[in-house]
């Protein structure tokens, strides 16, 4: 058990719906990373935030947004939902957001099937 | 631009063989990171190994050791006297400083297979 909890762990939903998927990042840890994981990308990187502030962007869609709150944890909110959406949602947190220096702990995923 | 290639898709070992998986990656940067994960079959993501572009000096963990030369560009993962346990999908990763954090590119990943 990584200590990195992400709720729902499935989701299903319709084309053109909106969800949102929730992180709680390890006790103490004060960044938390978005990961995307689906058959035709593969894993990829969409957004950092540190103390509630975006630090880094990666390839998230515009349709896609994520903010991290002040109790440091996150939420990914996904709206448009297109059957190409359908995909494992990781997130991961790390203590200072400095992922050169420090391991990223991986919670275990939401997966997301869009219909 | 980034680019991580990870040529084999799946492997398929016997148990106590060693098997060797190859990252090659293009960066224009000269400070950069490089990362292996395993996803077991469960599905979750497992931290590695991390090596900065300054060191290349490679590393032994037990049974598993990695192999960095910057001048082919490679990071190549070898575990030696493979297990079933090590059956799992394993990714190699490079991370560059993009505006203020860090942005990380995934190879497509190399399943491997351990028959016992």
């Known amino acids: 058990d990584s200590g990195v909890t992400q709720t729902p762990k499935h989701l299903i939903t319709a084309t053109g719906q909106r969800v949102t998927l929730r992180c709680s990042p390890r006790?103490?840890?004060?960044?938390v990373y978005w990961y995307q994981q689906s058959l035709d990308q593969g894993l990829q990187f969409l957004i950092q935030?540190?103390?509630?502030?975006?630090?880094a962007k990666g390839n998230i869609l515009e349709r896609f947004s994520a903010q991290q709150f002040p109790d440091l944890h996150s939420e990914l909110n996904l709206s448009s939902l297109e059957l190409g959406d359908s995909a494992l949602y990781f997130c991961?947190?790390?203590?200072?957001?400095?992922?050169?220096?420090?391991?990223?702990?991986f919670g275990p995923g939401t997966r997301l099937l869009v219909l | 631009a980034q680019k991580v290639t990870q040529a084999q898709t799946e492997i398929s070992v016997v148990e106590k063989e060693d098997v060797t998986l190859d990252c090659v990656y293009e960066t224009r940067d000269t400070t950069y990171y490089l990362f292996w994960y395993k996803q077991p079959p469960s599905g979750e993501l497992v931290f590695l190994i991390r090596?900065?572009?300054?060191?290349?000096q490679n590393e032994i963990s037990g049974r598993y050791s990695w192999n960095f030369q910057k001048s082919t560009s490679s990071f190549n993962f070898t575990i030696t006297a493979s297990q079933v346990v090590d059956s799992a999908v394993y990714f190699c990763a490079l991370s560059e400083r993009n505006t203020g954090g860090f942005k990380t590119i995934f190879g497509a990943g190399t399943r491997l297979f351990v028959k016992a």
């Open positions: 935030y540190y103390n509630g502030e975006e630090r």
């Open positions: 006790s103490g840890d004060l960044s």
């Open positions: 090596r900065n572009s300054f060191d290349e």
């Open positions: 991961a947190s790390s203590a200072q957001g400095l992922p050169s220096q420090e391991t990223q702990y």
